[in-house]
């Protein structure tokens, strides 16, 4: 299983995947039932949990609603920190994941608007550094594991911060190693192989280090990391399987 998942996110272009995963995902979760561990998002329970990345870590990706580690932090924040669940809100959802797309969608409270350049799922299809939306129109906005992708990544912050109203807020995460102090970019790094040595991912443009909070407040967000992983009952993180370092970047427009 490890083989076939590396094989498919090497070599299948986004939105094909995108496409299928689910009736894959369906196929998966009768196979991996169980009790050991269990999904927030989902509430499904599973001996163990998918492969997922381009080396293929094992125990990461949810058979039954395909949550990563973060998807679920995010869901576990939501629900317990903030009123996305509860309050009439605009919400625009960039690069939507699969696992909350339905979710989110059936609270009747959000207007709910999801935006991409090429995911097939997505209700409008832009540029991250052009959005066609009106100054201070959201309420909420994610936008997880897209930053890293992106060349201009302070124009594409600046119109993050434009399109929030005042006193918004977003959930901005990306691939962050811990042991660099500061992000690694490189713009004469450009080939498929070179950019997977250098930052991780063929499609990536930078690796973020400890900086990339003060990377965000270039734009004019206040970053607040939340630690809400780090402060969980060690089992219960194990159980959800959490990345248990992982910080969750929540930004506001004050």
Known sequence: MRTIIKFLIRKIPRPILIKFSFLFSRIMSLFYKGNKYECPVCEGHFRKFLPYGTTGIDNRLCPGCLSLERHRLIWLFLKQKTNFFDASLKVLHIAPEQPFIKKFKALKKLDYITADLLSPIADVKMDIRDMPFEDNTFDVLMCNHVLEHIDDE?????????????????????????????????????????????????????????????????????????????????????????????????????
């Open 154 to 254: 302070l124009k594409a912050t600046r119109e993050i911060y434009r399109v929030l109203k005042p006193g918004g807020w977003a959930i901005l995460q990306v691939p962050l190693d811990s042991t660099l102090e500061v992000t690694y970019e490189n713009a004469s790094i450009v080939s498929q192989a070179d950019r997977e040595k250098h930052f991780g991912q063929y499609d990536h443009v930078r690796l973020y280090g400890k900086d990339y909070a003060q990377r965000l407040e270039k734009s004019g967000l206040k970053v607040i990391p939340n630690h809400m992983v780090m402060e969980m009952d060690p089992e219960l993180a194990d159980r959800y399987r959490l990345d248990k370092t992982e910080l969750l970047y929540y930004c506001e427009k004050v």
